[in-house]
């Protein structure tokens, strides 16, 4: 047993200080406070639709959070009952035990369920007189993933065992008085509770609006960019040609892996374009002004790029160069619309041969016709761009916001300001 850890920040919350009241903070370990138990094996194909709720260490990391009261599987009772298998009952923590990284492991869930839930053999169930909720948030913590660390054995797959888990220390505010305890336990619950609320309604809402704007400008650029389709070299106010007749489109070049880097720096200061995107940074460079790139290799191949500046170009990407009066921003929204991944080859390699490619019809507008359609879709871009750069950094900042309110809640104040010593025992 020890007192309260340090923290990285000293700053601690005044509700927290009021909570307490005066009361103590004492850091026991979950050995002494509860009791853990293995799950036992079952596999994925043992996994039905309906019967008896199960939960696969996979599924930790994809499907479950801070808490569940339904399972995602489920296994028959026969199955259940023959290989005698283990259940967490409602209150238990179900603590994920094996991963194919150390920051994988470690963290719980809290089993609310009325109907007990079968573990698998990677996981432990923890019961103990705690707040399963406060258990779990706490298993997210960096605290505990700093305790739990040197516990860990690594190997193909990371693995920890019931005895490091024993050692890990949780802080229990006003241990001597349980009840007391459980109220702030559950009040920290509460307010962590709300935090995962309103990072979860920030993350639909932002995503509802980038999916409607998205809508929004694929309407618009199917309007302004579909063109009655003739077979005469004519239609309405666009003429219709080959892809090769007014654009040079040609593969670009091979270079050794070897040569290019990750990352930009003073000697390799180009992009380079491979079929899906920028594959790095290179010394030279093979083409310089406006292009348009076509991915020609890949499950991604007809992807559609543009770029202006100096770039190299592998023999993954075709590069397209506009001639005549063609407006390359326009080119750009038309050859998108066009799907070109539609032409691809057939094969396990999916590829688009650039002679096929020259052979596509396009309708050509008129010059000024072209700077309008550019005029409406880029303004539509920047307003979907914008959006979708500025989504993830807003809800990363939210995450990160969560991430430090709930490292401090469940830190606690430090009356004799001493860094939390682990003792291995």
């Given at each position: ?21 005066g ?5 026991k370990?979950l ?5 853990f ?41 026969e ?93 229990i ?23 995962t ?38 239609g ?34 180009f ?59 326009w080119a ?24 096929k ?10 010059p000024?016709e072209?700077a309008r ?5 880029d303004?539509?871009?920047v ?9 993830p ?33």
């Amino acid at each position: 047993m020890s007192k309260a850890p340090s923290t990285n920040d000293n700053r601690h919350l005044p509700f927290i200080e009021k909570l307490l009241e005066g009361g103590e903070v004492e850091w026991k370990a979950l050995g002494e406070i509860g009791e853990f138990q293995r799950g036992k094996r079952f596999v994925k194909k043992d996994m039905i639709s309906e019967g008896t709720p199960c939960i696969h260490y996979g599924e930790m990391y994809t499907h479950y959070g801070i808490w569940a009261d339904q399972s995602k599987s489920f296994l028959s009772e026969e199955l259940v009952e023959s290989k005698k298998l283990r259940i967490a009952e409602k209150g238990d923590v179900v603590i994920v035990a094996a991963g194919e990284t150390i920051e994988d492991i470690g963290m719980g869930t809290a089993w609310l369920g009325e109907e007990g839930v079968v573990i698998h053999d990677a996981c432990f169930s923890y019961r103990s007189p705690l707040n399963p909720k406060y258990i779990a948030f706490f298993s997210r913590t960096r605290e505990f993933h700093d305790q739990i660390r040197r516990h860990i054995s690594s190997g193909k797959i990371s693995a920890i065992n019931s005895k490091g888990l024993s050692k890990v220390e949780i802080p229990i505010p006003c241990p001597n008085d349980p009840e007391r305890s459980l109220q702030i336990q559950q009040e920290i619950v509460r307010i962590l509770d709300t935090f995962t609320e309103l990072t979860a309604e920030l993350t639909a809402e932002l995503t509802a609006e980038l999916t409607a704007r998205q809508k929004q400008y694929a309407y618009y650029r199917e309007r302004l960019l579909s063109f009655e389709t003739t077979n005469d070299t004519k239609g309405t106010n666009v003429v219709w040609k080959a892809l090769g007749e007014v654009f040079d489109m040609r593969a670009g070049q091979h270079i050794p892996s070897s040569k290019i880097s990750p990352s930009f720096d003073n000697v390799n200061a180009f992009p380079c374009f491979g079929g899906n995107g920028i594959r790095g940074y290179v010394a030279k460079h093979s083409h310089n002004g406006e292009h348009l790139l076509i991915g020609r290799q890949g499950a991604l191949c007809g992807n559609v790029q543009r770029f202006k500046g100096m770039f190299y170009a592998t023999e993954h990407a075709v590069v397209v160069t506009a001639k005549d009066d063609i407006n390359i921003d326009w080119a750009f929204h038309m050859l998108t619309v066009m799907n070109l991944n539609q032409y691809a080859s057939q094969s396990a390699q999916p590829g688009l041969a650039v002679g096929k490619l020259k052979k596509l019809k396009i309708p050509i507008p008129f010059p000024e016709e072209q700077a309008r359609i550019v005029s409406i879709l880029d303004k539509f871009d920047v307003l979907t761009t914008s959006i979708s750069d500025g989504l993830p950094r807003e809800i990363e900042l939210r995450e990160k916001q969560y991430e430090y309110y709930r490292d401090l809640l469940l830190s606690f104040p430090n009356t004799d300001h001493e860094p939390h010593e682990r003792h291995e025992n």
